[in-house]
């Protein structure tokens, strides 16, 4: 007889043991996001390299968290208007934003109009890929060299193609006029990269910038013609007869250069509103991670020109305060590429 309260407080002691182990940070609620719906939003239209990244990542994402991931699309103002609707979303990791690192961070380090959040508070999952930016012109055009471009002084602006403010073709055209004394301006107004790129094909507009692999096929093709990185060692790696920005600036741009490289470096990443539970932001983490470092996902991200280039969501979150520690120089910079 004595076993059977024994044995009662045994199951009692395990259920205990098993809420503990289910349980969020104080409120009962599961930290698992199995059979919930979550949202990746996109900050810009279908069709760019965004978006389909985001679709590739999508179904995977939701099979490791065993919950269902749709992709939302939200474009405006270069992704802050996206960002500042996910910096007041529920921390319950049913939303979640692929950021374009440099436009996200660049806006924030300009006091950008429209920015309403702390680029430092949102809850960083990990990066997803890390390129160069390739500075290109059309095969058909007049450009046929970087010289080329610092030669146009006397001629008509050299014309920069971009869809706008906080992206990263944006932001390198307003930066590398100023870092190279270029007589240049953006054009802005399309709503993809790609219907940029087609600008530039069209002789509409003279350069676009954008990743290597956004660009990779239309510079293996011979349509576009590869004219500056924007990178470090990985840019001269990619293209070796290219000239990189850090090696062409004047000296006394250099630490301007860098900051401007670290800032394209940082990438494309995924984030959660502010406040995320730590369990929970954890637990969405180690699913990233898993997905993205599979050998199979990066095998056919590679395939279809969407490397990945991992890092964690802490070292997201490092690399953002670092950068938001950016030299009062590079921040003006920004302030008068931004109009600010």
Not at 118 to 134: A, K, M, Q, T
Not at 177 to 194: C, E, F, Q
Request: proline share 6%; charged share 20%.
């Amino acid at each position: 007889m004595r076993l059977l309260p024994a044995l009662a407080a045994g199951a009692a002691a395990m259920l205990a043991l098993t809420g503990c182990a289910n349980a969020s940070a104080g409120d009962g609620n599961t930290v698992s996001l199995a059979g919930r719906t979550i949202e990746l939003i996109v900050p810009f239209a279908p069709g760019g390299g965004y978006d389909s990244y985001a679709r590739q990542l999508a179904p995977k994402l939701g099979e490791e968290l065993d919950a269902t991931v749709i992709v939302v699309n939200k474009p405006g103002a270069g992704g802050v208007l996206a960002t500042n609707e996910l910096s007041k979303a529920e921390p319950d990791g049913t939303t979640l934003a692929l950021f374009n690192m440099p436009g996200h961070i660049g806006s924030a380090l300009a006091g950008a109009p429209g920015v309403q959040y702390d680029v430092n508070s949102f809850s960083y999952i990990g990066r997803l890929s890390s390129e160069p930016d390739v500075v290109l012109t059309s095969e058909k055009g007049a450009i046929d060299t970087w010289s080329d471009v610092m030669k146009e002084k006397d001629q008509d602006p050299t014309r920069f193609a971009a869809t706008g403010p906080g992206s990263n073709e944006y932001m390198d055209g307003v930066v590398l006029h100023s870092l190279l004394g270029l007589d240049s301006k953006v054009i802005t107004g399309y709503s993809t990269s790609n219907e940029a790129y087609l600008g530039v094909l069209s002789g509409v507009v003279d350069l676009h910038s954008r990743s290597y692999g956004s660009q990779e096929s239309a510079l293996k093709s011979g349509d576009a013609v590869p004219l500056l990185t924007i990178g470090s060692k990985q840019g001269k790696k990619l293209l070796a007869d290219t000239p990189v920005l850090a090696d062409i600036v004047p000296p006394e741009k250099a630490e301007l250069a860098r900051s401007h490289t670290a800032l394209v470096e940082s990438g494309r990443a995924i984030a959660g509103p502010p406040g995320m539970k730590p369990e929970q932001l954890e637990l969405v983490r180690d699913a990233f991670r898993k997905v993205v470092t599979d050998p199979e996902y990066a095998a056919a991200a590679e395939e279809s020109r969407r490397p990945i280039s991992f890092a964690t969501g802490q070292e997201v979150a490092d690399n953002v305060a670092a950068l938001m520690r950016s030299p009062k120089a590079y921040v003006d910079l920004l302030e008068e590429a931004y109009g600010v």
